[in-house]
């Protein structure tokens, strides 16, 4: 597999697909999934960070802000990761011993598709792959979110400076 990706077709369940399908990793919805078999519960907070766990244990956890930080470490399963942003919109995933072990953007479609892709052929366990995934898709949208507000504030602002120099 060189990259997953997410079947929005029903977005109270999305899929995460290997590749572009059929193989279905998980099913993830809003506070819980079931990937391989396993249910987990999904708690995810833009200032305070993501958490997965299933039986009472963590599969995947951080507590850096996924709207802010300049560096999120996260453990999939214990294996430490740490998601590097290249630019404002392209992010690396880099394993344990540093080495770039996936990547993915915001830009063309990023939050709607919210592509993951590796380098090469991975070797990754399924439940790694699956917690980066969900970990990257909390990220674009948290990092969405925060455009969208400047965004809206702008337009805002603007459109009452219009009326109080129209009134003048």
């Given at each position: 597999?060189?990259?997953?990706s997410?079947?929005?077709t029903?977005?109270?369940?999305?899929?995460l697909l290997?590749e572009d399908?059929?193989?279905?990793?998980?099913?993830?919805e809003?506070?819980?999934a079931?990937v391989?078999?396993?249910h987990?519960?999904?708690?995810?907070h833009?200032?305070?960070g993501?958490?997965?766990?299933?039986?009472?244990?963590d599969?995947?956890?951080?507590s850096d802000?996924?709207?802010r930080?300049?560096?999120?470490?996260?453990?999939?399963?214990?294996?430490?990761y740490?998601f590097?942003?290249?630019?404002s919109?392209?992010?690396?995933v880099e394993g344990?011993?540093?080495?770039?072990?996936?990547q993915f953007?915001?830009?063309?479609n990023g939050?709607?598709k919210?592509?993951l892709?590796?380098?090469?052929?991975t070797?990754?366990p399924p439940?790694h792959?699956?917690?980066?995934?969900?970990?990257?898709?909390?990220?674009l949208?948290?990092?969405k979110m925060?455009t969208?507000?400047a965004l809206i504030?702008?337009?805002?602002?603007?459109s009452?400076?219009t009326?109080?120099?129209a009134?003048?």
């Open positions: 597999m060189h990259y997953v997410w079947d929005r029903n977005r109270d369940a999305l899929k290997a399908g059929p193989d279905i990793l998980g099913v993830f809003h506070d819980r079931i391989c078999g396993q987990w519960e999904l708690t995810s833009p200032e305070t993501a958490v997965a766990t299933s039986g009472g244990r599969i995947v956890r951080t802000s996924l709207k930080a300049k560096r999120i470490d996260v453990l999939v399963e214990d294996t430490p740490a590097i942003p290249e630019t919109k392209n992010w690396v344990p011993d540093g080495a770039k072990v996936a953007t915001q830009d063309h939050v709607r919210a592509i892709e590796f380098e090469g052929e070797a990754l439940t792959v699956a917690g980066l995934a969900w970990l990257s898709r909390s990220v949208e948290a990092r925060v969208s507000t504030a702008t337009l805002v602002f603007l009452l400076f009326a109080v120099v009134v003048l």
